[in-house]
Nanobody, 127 residues
């Protein structure tokens, strides 16, 4: 069982930056965390959930077109924490952001099915 807790959301003006964190529970061994496929999703009111960025055990990352060049996903295995650095934020980035994780055998991408989810952290971008 992997428990995930997000933090770092808040309110920021357009063009600003935020860094989201997602920590895994103490019961998750570091070696298990290191191989997890982990992804940031977001969901705005009235919209479908969208995969934003994913990172696999090898460190390879993939991004939605809407955030390429602005967001960076990273994984700190020593601290069992997933990050999402968000720069040049836009109004349309406003959403609840969730981290999710799964053990996968066929590659990590935004299209995987994720078993473990955090509770979400709100990001609000204003003009």
């Amino acid at each position: 069982q992997v428990q995930l807790v997000e933090s770092g959301g808040g309110s920021v003006q357009a063009g600003g930056s935020l860094r989201l964190s997602c920590g895994a529970s103490s019961g998750t061994p570091r070696y298990a965390f290191s191989v997890l496929c982990m992804t940031w999703f977001r969901q705005a009111p009235g919209k479908e959930r969208e995969g934003v960025a994913s990172i696999g055990g090898t460190g390879s990352a993939s991004y939605a077109d809407s955030v390429k060049g602005r967001f960076t996903i990273s994984k700190d295995t020593a601290n069992k924490t997933l990050y999402l650095q968000m720069n040049s934020l836009k109004l349309e980035d406003t959403a609840m952001y969730y981290c999710a994780a799964a053990y996968v055998s066929d590659g990590c991408s935004l299209k995987n099915t994720f078993r473990y989810w955090g509770q979400g952290t709100q990001v609000t971008v204003s003009s």
